[in-house]
């Protein structure tokens, strides 16, 4: 790319921390030792097992979300339908996911672990949507015709804070109904309507799936601070989309991963992903939105520049998310996929116009932490403070500069652990602490 061959030497040398802090933070909250015991309860206990008879099929919906255990709470709710008598088979649920193409989705899927051989079924991946009825006063809703055929359909879902918005219902079953099961239809008229049709609509939506599919309910899964599970519940199709679902909601929230400061002058993320995040980094974590017309939260976190180095793996190339950071690396984007990146940007609608946003690129680590430290807003007679994170799932492992020590010292959830170099090799490469590779 003409872009990266002009920036090799461009430089603007800035004085950056010679070591850092490590630091653990820690967080409570409950966590679901057997995964396997909790989604056959949740399947039983739900009344959701009752519905289905021996002999019936059942469509799975398995998203793209970084659900944590989801292939192992996948197989489980496949081997209690398999002894019960029914012939369970998986669809994936995630809207315009994978580039909007049905291999595509079955690579993400295969990339969480989620294969028929892991889950011991077939899988039948398709984009294809039946009109299955419409929300009244607004947009038609879709289905995808494999779990419509079938004669149930039973989601897996996670409950969350969403990252795009913020209501009494966010991610969830009800989302993933209209979403998920609707495909690139479903996800591109919820985004057309912006946060208002998402507030208004997934409630309504939810009734009329109760009333005109086969969605008969879902296993709905909290998460801790730490991205383990917490809590595994079981959803029938009525208290979908209901106060039951919007409690779970609030717990999820109550639970959620945030960083230590409320302020930091320059913060450090290593890798950006949909496996991460559907936003590729959680703006509940970073406190931030940069959604198109619309108000930041009040509570917003105050970062002077935000560095971006590398996209995961399993991201295969969607950078979505990447406007969220000011600074990213020439290694960053030579790995981006254009088409499953702007795909995703474009039937986000306002929620992707900014996020898809290249940030100022530069042809290191090294040069795009000095770019940060001359452009967050720091004077030139105090030095800046750094806090460096993998991504925004493991922020219960940080390095900060040490000019942070007495926050870090005052703070109830953090705890210094020892001291590390912040070190590059001769290509501007970060060698710690962590190694990136060129």
């Given at each position: 790319?003409?872009l990266?061959?002009?920036?090799?030497?461009?430089?603007?040398?800035?004085?950056?921390?010679?070591?850092?802090?490590?630091?653990r933070?820690?967080?409570?909250?409950?966590?679901?030792?057997?995964?396997?015991?909790?989604?056959?309860?949740?399947?039983?206990?739900?009344?959701l097992?009752?519905?289905?008879?021996?002999?019936?099929?059942?469509?799975?919906?398995?998203?793209?979300?970084?659900?944590?255990?989801?292939?192992?709470?996948?197989?489980?709710?496949?081997?209690?339908?398999?002894?019960?008598?029914?012939?369970?088979?998986?669809v994936?649920?995630?809207?315009s996911?994978?580039?909007?193409t049905?291999?595509?989705?079955?690579?993400?899927?295969?990339?969480?672990?989620?294969?028929?051989?892991?889950i011991?079924?077939?899988?039948?991946?398709?984009?294809?949507?039946?009109?299955?009825?419409?929300?009244?006063?607004?947009?038609?809703?879709?289905?995808?015709i494999?779990?419509?055929?079938?004669?149930?359909?039973?989601?897996?879902?996670?409950?969350?804070?969403?990252?795009?918005?913020?209501?009494?219902?966010?991610?969830?079953?009800?989302?993933?109904?209209?979403?998920?099961?609707?495909?690139?239809?479903?996800?591109?008229?919820?985004?057309?309507?912006?946060?208002?049709?998402?507030?208004?609509?997934?409630?309504?939506?939810?009734?009329?799936?109760e009333?005109?599919?086969?969605?008969?309910?879902?296993?709905?899964?909290?998460?801790?601070?730490?991205?383990?599970?917490?809590?595994?519940?079981?959803?029938?199709?009525?208290?979908?989309?209901?106060?039951?679902?919007?409690?779970?909601?609030?717990?999820?929230?109550?639970?959620?991963?945030?960083?230590?400061?409320?302020?930091?002058?320059?913060?450090?993320?290593?890798?950006?992903?949909?496996?991460?995040?559907?936003?590729?980094m959680?703006?509940?974590v970073?406190?931030?939105?940069?959604?198109?017309r619309?108000?930041?939260?009040?509570?917003?976190n105050?970062?002077?520049?935000?560095?971006?180095?590398?996209?995961?793996?399993?991201?295969?190339?969607?950078?979505?998310?990447?406007?969220?950071?000011?600074v990213?690396?020439a290694?960053?984007?030579?790995?981006?996929?254009?088409?499953?990146?702007?795909?995703?940007?474009?039937?986000?609608?306002?929620?992707?116009?900014?996020?898809?946003v290249?940030?100022?690129?530069?042809?290191?680590?090294?040069r795009?932490?000095?770019?940060?430290?001359?452009?967050?807003?720091?004077?030139?007679?105090r030095?800046?403070?750094?806090?460096?994170?993998?991504?925004?799932?493991?922020?219960?492992?940080?390095?900060?500069s040490?000019?942070?020590?007495?926050?870090?010292?005052?703070?109830?959830?953090?705890?210094?652990l020892?001291?590390?170099?912040?070190?590059f090799?001769?290509?501007?490469?970060?060698?710690?602490?962590?190694r990136?590779?060129p």
């Open positions: 790319m003409r990266l061959e002009q920036i090799q030497h461009l430089r603007f040398p800035a004085p950056l921390p010679s070591t850092l802090l490590e630091v933070q820690t967080f409570d909250g409950p966590r679901v030792d057997d995964l396997v015991g909790a989604t056959r309860r949740a399947l039983e206990e739900s009344g097992l009752a519905r289905i008879n021996a002999g019936d099929s059942v469509a799975v919906g398995v998203g793209s979300r970084g659900i944590a255990n989801v292939a192992v709470i996948a197989r489980a709710a496949v081997d209690r339908l398999k002894e019960h008598g029914a012939r369970p088979f998986v994936a649920a995630m809207g996911h994978g580039g909007a049905a291999e595509g989705q079955r690579e993400l899927l295969a990339g969480m672990g989620v294969t028929e051989a892991s011991g079924c077939e899988f039948r991946i398709t984009m294809e949507v039946k009109e299955i009825g419409r929300i009244p006063g607004g947009p038609a809703l879709h289905q995808d494999y779990s419509a055929a079938a004669d149930h359909t039973i989601l897996i879902s996670r409950i969350k804070p969403h990252t795009d918005f913020h209501g009494k219902l966010e991610s969830g079953p009800a989302k993933m109904e209209v979403i998920g099961l609707g495909k690139r239809h479903g996800a591109e008229m919820m985004h057309a309507w912006g946060t208002a049709g998402f507030q208004r609509f997934l409630a309504p939506a939810a009734r009329v799936y009333a005109n599919t086969n969605v008969r309910g879902a296993i709905a899964i909290i998460e801790n601070a730490c991205e383990e599970t917490a809590e595994i519940v079981g959803l029938t199709a009525d208290q979908i989309g209901t106060e039951v679902e919007e409690r779970l909601l609030q717990k999820a929230k109550s639970l959620m991963m945030s960083l230590p400061f409320k302020s930091m002058d320059i913060l450090v993320i290593r890798e950006l992903g949909k496996n991460i995040s559907g936003t590729g959680d703006t509940n970073l406190g931030k939105l940069e959604v198109n619309q108000p930041e939260p009040e509570d917003r105050d970062i002077g520049a935000l560095v971006l180095l590398d996209l995961t793996e399993a991201t295969h190339g969607n950078a979505s998310g990447i406007g969220l950071a000011n990213t690396t290694r960053v984007v030579r790995k981006i996929d254009f088409i499953a990146t702007y795909t995703n940007a474009i039937t986000a609608t306002t929620f992707g116009l900014k996020r898809s290249i940030p100022i690129t530069m042809a290191d680590d090294r795009a932490l000095e770019v940060a430290v001359r452009c967050c807003g720091v004077p030139p007679d030095e800046p403070t750094f806090v460096f994170a993998r991504n925004t799932l493991t922020v219960e492992h940080l390095w900060m040490p000019n942070l020590r007495p926050q870090i010292e005052a703070h109830p959830r953090l705890t210094i020892g001291e590390t170099p912040l070190a090799d001769e290509d501007g490469c970060m060698l710690s602490p962590w990136m590779e």
